[in-house]
């Protein structure tokens, strides 16, 4: 390659929440860092888009709330971005009814017909004929489509491993801090890059053969198996497809986010996106609303990857990669991607705050 700007020392080859964060890191240092991000815009998965209609932020890869009780990475952000105090709240539809989760006293007293206190939930929950009620209406259809398995494969075992809470807190993250950026993920990422010593270039892959072009290190946020040209196979994903329509009305359902939990209905969620900025009044007035229907779909080479499937052959796969990733000591790889793992917004930033520069 001979088009690279000679006083880049380092590369950060893709601009999701991973990348930016080194990128800035790296330019407050004292590095010249050039960016290269595959996609047209910056902000890998967070990514969102202003409808002109009607003003609505749509987050193009599904709902994306920022959540943590990791002091580091919440001041780390809010360098870049103020956030609207929006407490997320999940609710779920079954049988026809809408009940509030996570798994909690207002969701077993309107399921059960019950009154409990917070002291008798425990015993209720620890009740075999309960969680197995419980586990058929709200887990069972939910993780079947999540996963393309049959509801008869699903284990009960995992309603042990859920959360109950004794009292009535419907917040679903039990994370100290949250919030929405309020002028956008796409200003909040306009920000991190805003430095002058941090060039982006949209449309630019970055490829192994590009290695040796920069004096410095490479931080590498792509898949680790793309790096490589799928050479041992490629890592497996489980992938979702998104419907979205703008419909003509003020309100659809009421709030952000309705979880269809029956294994009939084909899709898993659906996500109204203004329900995400209460504070726009304008916005939440107008007699227009845009809904997005999530469908989880099969995964093959070239679709949008969205969960790794964490298995024995997958981690013996992702371990050959990672081998041929050692070979070039100046190859930094992270991110959800890279590193093939699930990562929420504030650990890829808490990973990257850690990442050694
Ligand atoms: C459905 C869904 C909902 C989620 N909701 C939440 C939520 O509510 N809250 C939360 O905290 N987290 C949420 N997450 C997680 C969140 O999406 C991730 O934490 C975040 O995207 C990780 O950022 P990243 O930089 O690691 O990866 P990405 O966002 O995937 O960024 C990687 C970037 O690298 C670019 N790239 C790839 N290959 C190359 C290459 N060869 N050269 C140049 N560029 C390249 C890509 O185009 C992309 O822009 C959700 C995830 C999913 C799947």
Redesign the pocket.
Known sequence: MNDINQTDDVLV?????????IARRLAEAGHRVAV????GA??????CETDSETGIEV?A????????HDREAWNFVRRFTEFNGYQ?KVLARHGGKTYHLPLGLAMINKFFGVELEPGEVAAFMSDEKHSSAIFDAFFRGYTSKQWGRPPEDIDPAIIKRVPVRSNYDTNYFNDYWQGIPSDGYNALFGRLLDHPYITLETG????IDDIGSFPGKVY????ID??FGYRFGALPWRS?RFETERLDIADFQGTSVVNYTEAEVPYTRIHEFKHYHPELKDVMARPKTIICR?YPAEWKPGDE???PVNNRESAELLEKYREEAAKHPNLII??????YR???????VS??LKVEI
């Open positions: 080859a893709g601009a999701g929440i991973w990348g930016c964060t290269w991000e595959k996609r910056p902000g890998g998965n967070v990514r987050h890869y599904g709902s994306h709330i920022f959540h943590t997320h630019r892959e970055f490829s590498y946020s792509g898949p793309a790096l979702l999530e990857p969205y969960y992270g991110g959800r991607l890279g590193q699930y990562y929420d917004m504030d650990q890829a990973a990257a």
